[in-house]
């Protein structure tokens, strides 16, 4: 599958972004599929997830409150609602997909970039 992430862009601090991400094909059940983040010089930070079958999420700390992730089942697709943007949520944005919900993530989308400026 191929997973193709868009919707970056530039925004204020405590504004508002959605990002989306297309698969390519039908996300079966067992699958769990996630953004994470990765800044220059910095390393790959987990951001949200959402398991495909049930919906269940689980968001790191720092987007707790202020993110939502989501899914279309019927369009593959998988969102990531972004409310009361701050400049250290500046970054690269990645969508990705762990087929069997292991835990490690099988494939991953291009980047879309994430710029918050105060």
């Known amino acids: 599958v191929q997973l193709q992430a868009s919707g970056g862009g530039s925004v204020q601090a405590g504004g508002s972004l959605r990002l989306s991400c297309a698969a390519s094909r039908r996300i079966y059940s067992s699958s769990t599929l996630g953004w994470f983040r990765q800044s220059p010089g910095k390393e790959r930070e987990f951001v949200a997830r959402?398991?495909?079958?049930?919906?269940?999420?689980r968001y790191a700390d720092s987007v707790k409150g202020r993110f939502t992730i989501s899914r279309d089942k019927a369009e593959n697709m998988v969102y990531l609602q972004m409310n009361s943007l701050k400049p250290e949520d500046t970054s690269v944005y990645y969508c990705?997909?762990?087929?069997?919900?292991?835990?490690?993530?099988?494939?991953w989308g291009q980047g879309t970039e994430l710029t918050v400026s105060s």
């Open positions: 990705a997909i762990d087929f069997g919900s292991t835990g490690t993530y099988d494939h």
């Open positions: 959402i398991t495909w079958g049930f919906g269940h999420t």
